[in-house]
């Protein structure tokens, strides 16, 4: 199982900035996605999450609103479009499969990560 992050960057407050993430190693459309993030000196706090089908997606409250998880299971890749960024998006963002379809259930391998920072 291998996921890879890809996008992240320096962004302004109120910017936006897209996140994707490559997966391989097992069958893309069959799992639930989810994307978490770490910010510095703290915990990782899961952001967001996506059903196999992208029939249902869910959100952290503080970024509801501003983030839009979506994906493309012809590519393998699931998406992380962040509107409206906050000097506390600052993180780093990681993107995780699902050992099974749902967002509730435990991540089977989280990528390396990309680095977002949300500063003037």
């Known amino acids: 199982v291998q996921v890879v992050e890809s996008g992240g960057g320096l962004a302004q407050p109120g910017g936006s900035l897209r996140l994707s993430c490559v997966a391989s190693?097992?069958?893309?459309?069959?799992?639930?996605m989810s994307w978490a993030r770490q910010a510095p000196g703290k915990g990782l706090e899961w952001v967001s999450g996506?059903?196999?089908?992208?029939?249902?997606?869910y959100y952290l409250d503080s970024v509801k609103g501003r983030f839009t998880i979506s994906r493309d299971n012809a590519k393998n890749t699931v998406y992380l479009q962040m509107n409206n960024l906050k000097p506390e998006d600052t993180a780093l963002y990681y993107c995780?499969?699902?050992?099974?379809?749902?967002?509730?259930?435990?991540?089977?391998?989280w990528g390396q990560g990309t680095l977002l920072t949300v500063s003037s």
């Open positions: 190693g097992f069958t893309f459309s069959d799992k639930a």
């Open positions: 996506i059903k196999s089908d992208g029939s249902a997606t």
């Open positions: 995780g499969n699902h050992n099974y379809d749902t967002v509730y259930g435990p991540v089977d391998a």
